[in-house]
C-alpha cells in the first residue's frame, strides 16, 4: 500500500515512510493511495475473528511493509483482556430494544486511561517503538493537553525504547482523576511539564518549539496528534469489531452514531465503510462546538477563532476546526488533490469554504452520514435517561453520541453508539446529572493518593527547550 497527501503534492510512501511523520510536505494530510475493498466471504471469515486476529486482518492491508509475523505479533501484545478488561476488548451492551430498532453502547473506554483513544494509542506505541529500534534513532514526543490525549500517549509510550514523552499540561486545570492518572506515572522516559498558564499557552509552546526545525531535527523532536494515519486505521477495526457484534448475516446494516470532536474516530467509521462494512448511517454528534453539525446539514465548512470555541462538559470535542476532515473532504471530492488544495487555501484566507447545493456534498448524505448536536442540559438530562432506565451511567461524550443518536434510529436497523470514555473521568457532572459520582474501576482506586513527579514551569519557551535539550 502507498500513501499521498490529500493536496496532491507528495511522491507516494510506504506505510512505514508515512508512520512517524505528521503533515504531508505539501501541508495535505497522508492517506492511502486506495482504500482496499473486502467482500462477502472476507467479511464471513472476519467475522468469527478474535479482536487481535481481526485486528491483524484489517493493519495487514495497510501496513503491508512490515513482515507480517512481527505485525501479528506487536497486535497480539496490544490487544489482551489484561489491558482492555475483557476478552471482546470492545464489548457491546444493548440499552433498550424498541419499536425504533435496538439500540447498543460499544465500550471503547475499557483501556488504561479510560478513553478511547487507548485503542488506537497502545498500538502506535508498539509500532513507534518497532521502527525507531529497526532504523536505530530516538523520537521525542512533545505534545500539549488537556486531558485525554496526553495521557492516552504517556500510558502508550511508557518504558518503551528509543522514545521519550515531554507533556506540557496547564498546571491545575485538569481533572483530579486526569492529573494523578499522568503525574503519577514514574516512568524515566516520560516527563510531564505543569505550565503556569492555560491549554492554548501549552499549545503555542508546541508550535513554537516545532516551528524551531533546527532544534526539532537536533533534539528528533515529534508528535502523535489525532491526524496520524496509524491511529485512524487502528480504529477503523472497533467499527467491524461492533458490525458483528450486533448482527448475525452480512446482509443486515447497522448505523453508528459517534460523538466527536477532530473526525478521527468517525472518519474511522467513513474508512470501514468505505471497505465495504454494511452501514446505513453515520451519525456525527457534536456538543455546543458544532463546526461538523453545521457542515453535514448545510455543506458550510466554517472554522471557529479560539475565542469562539465554547468551553464545555464534554472537553474533549470543544474543537474549533476538524483536524482530520480535510481527508473525508478529499474522498468527498471523488480524491482529487488540486481541489482540496484550493478549499484548504480558502480556509486559510477566509475561515470557511462552501460546498452546499454541490453534486458532491449530496454523496455525503448518500454515503449515510447525518449529524446532530447537543447542550449541556440534554447531556444531563440524557445521562440521567439512561441511568434510570437502563442502570448505565455514560460519560458526558457519550451522552452527547446518545442524545444525537435519538433522531436517526429506525426500525431493523440496530444503532450503534460509541462510548468514548468512562464516567469516572467526568465526575462533576456526572453529580449534577444524578446526584452522585462514579466509582472509578476497582484498579483505579487510590490513584489519586500516589506520588504524583512533575515539573513546575512558567510558560518561557527558552526554559522549555533547555529543559529537552539537558534530557536529550
Ligand atoms: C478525543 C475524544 C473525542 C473526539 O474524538 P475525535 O476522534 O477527535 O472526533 C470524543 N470523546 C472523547 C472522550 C475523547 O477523548
Known amino acids: 500500500m502507498r500513501y499521498i497527501s490529500t493536496r496532491g503534492g507528495m511522491e507516494p510512501l510506504s506505510f512505514t515512510g508515512v508512520l512517524l511523520g505528521g503533515l504531508a510536505p505539501d501541508g495535505g494530510l497522508v492517506v492511502p493511495e486506495q482504500i482496499p475493498r473486502v467482500d462477502d466471504a472476507t467479511l464471513q471469515q472476519w467475522r468469527g475473528q478474535t479482536y487481535a486476529e481481526l485486528a491483524f486482518s484489517i493493519l495487514s ?115 483530579r482523576f486526569q492529573r494523578a492518572q499522568m503525574y503519577s506515572l514514574q516512568d524515566p522516559n516520560i516527563f510531564n511539564i505543569a505550565i503556569d498558564g492555560v491549554f492554548d499557552d501549552c499549545q503555542d509552546m508546541v508550535k513554537a518549539v516545532s516551528s524551531d526545525l533546527a532544534f526539532k531535527q537536533r533534539r528528533s523532536i515529534g508528535t502523535v496528534n489525532s491526524i496520524n494515519w496509524a491511529r485512524v486505521v487502528a480504529q477503523v477495526v472497533y467499527y467491524f469489531k461492533g458490525y458483528f457484534a450486533a448482527t448475525t448475516a452480512n446482509d443486515q446494516q447497522v448505523s453508528f452514531a459517534v460523538p466527536t470532536g477532530n473526525f478521527g474516530n468517525v472518519l474511522a467509521a467513513h474508512i470501514a465503510r468505505m471497505m465495504g462494512l454494511p452501514v446505513a448511517k453515520l451519525v456525527v454528534a457534536t456538543n455546543e462546538n458544532d463546526v461538523l453539525d453545521e457542515f453535514f446539514k448545510t455543506g458550510l465548512y466554517r472554522v471557529r477563532s479560539n475565542a469562539q470555541t465554547h468551553e464545555t462538559s464534554s472537553p474533549s470535542m470543544d474543537i474549533s476546526k476538524a483536524s482530520n476532515f480535510e481527508r473525508f473532504v478529499f474522498d468527498l471530492l471523488d480524491r482529487d488533490g488540486a481541489r482540496v488544495a484550493s478549499l484548504w487555501q480558502m480556509v486559510d484566507a477566509h475561515g470557511e ?120
Open 61 to 175: 492491508l495497510y501496513c503491508d511493509d512490515i513482515p507480517q509475523d512481527d505485525l501479528r505479533a506487536m497486535v497480539d501484545r496490544t490487544y489482551t483482556a489484561k489491558t482492555f478488561g475483557s476478552p471482546e476488548i470492545t464489548p457491546l451492551t444493548l440499552l433498550e430494544e424498541g419499536p425504533a430498532g435496538p439500540l447498543y453502547l460499544e465500550h471503547l473506554s475499557h483501556g488504561p486511561t479510560l478513553a478511547f483513544k487507548d485503542l488506537a494509542m497502545q498500538l502506535l506505541g508498539q509500532l513507534f517503538e518497532y521502527v525507531l529500534l529497526k532504523e536505530d534513532r530516538w523520537l521525542n514526543v512533545l505534545g500539549a493537553t488537556s486531558g485525554d490525549t496526553g495521557s492516552a500517549a504517556e500510558y502508550a509510550m511508557r518504558g518503551k525504547r528509543n522514545m521519550r514523552v515531554f507533556m506540557l499540561s496547564p498546571d491545575g486545570r485538569m481533572s
Open 353 to 472: 469554504f462552501d460546498l452546499g447545493g454541490t453534486r458532491e456534498f449530496h454523496r455525503a448524505e448518500s454515503w449515510g452520514f447525518r449529524s446532530g448536536s447537543s447542550s449541556h442540559a440534554q447531556r444531563i438530562d440524557t445521562i440521567r435517561h439512561w441511568r434510570d432506565k437502563a442502570s448505565i451511567v455514560v460519560d458526558t461524550h457519550t451522552a452527547d453520541g446518545l442524545a444525537v443518536a435519538q433522531q436517526y434510529r429506525e426500525a431493523g436497523v440496530p444503532m450503534i453508539c460509541m462510548q468514548t470514555a468512562q464516567a469516572a473521568k467526568f465526575a462533576e457532572s456526572i453529580r449534577e446529572a444524578i446526584g452522585e459520582e462514579p466509582l472509578p474501576p476497582p484498579a483505579y482506586r487510590g490513584l489519586e493518593s500516589l506520588v504524583q513527579r512533575y515539573t513546575l514551569m512558567p510558560a518561557d519557551l527558552a526554559l522549555l527547550k533547555r529543559f529537552i535539550a539537558a534530557r536529550t
